[in-house]
């Protein structure tokens, strides 16, 4: 199977269709591309904007879905922002807090209002 994302006018993921192989046939990305992009125009009309992500990771940075958004740039696909502090790392294409996680044993989570990690306390029996 193949994975086609469509994509909206500001590159963000709307759909995720999957294709069978015997539409693809025996190429792979990025000759696959162009074929399943055709095949998803076909079925969902020309004007729509599709592009193929990859479920190992081997193009395009990653497996994406539905909120991600497309970099032509970087020709990757990026996830949603978690938080507005965060920014992209443009090398692996991922949101970073402005300030590292703690490095230990416990649990934290970031807290956008403070602009830091707080722990989260241990709840177990």
């Not at 592009?51 to 990771?57: A, E, R, V």
């Not at 497309?70 to 920014?87: C, E, G, T």
């Amino acid at each position: 199977m193949a994975a086609f994302l469509e994509l909206n006018s500001d590159n963000v993921v709307i759909q995720a269709i999957a294709i069978n192989d015997d539409v693809i046939g025996d190429k792979v990305f990025p000759e696959s591309e162009e074929i399943g992009v055709a095949f998803c125009k076909s079925l969902y009309g020309e004007q729509t904007n599709w592009k193929q992500t990859s479920p190992d990771g081997l193009f395009r940075k990653r497996y994406a879905g539905l909120g991600y958004s497309y970099d032509a740039r970087l020709d990757a696909f990026i996830p949603p922002k978690p938080y507005n502090s965060w920014v992209l790392n443009p090398v692996e294409c991922v949101w970073q807090a402005p300030i590292e996680a703690p490095v230990d044993n416990k649990s934290y989570a970031w807290d956008e209002d403070s602009m830091s990690w707080k722990e989260i306390p241990y709840s177990g029996n």
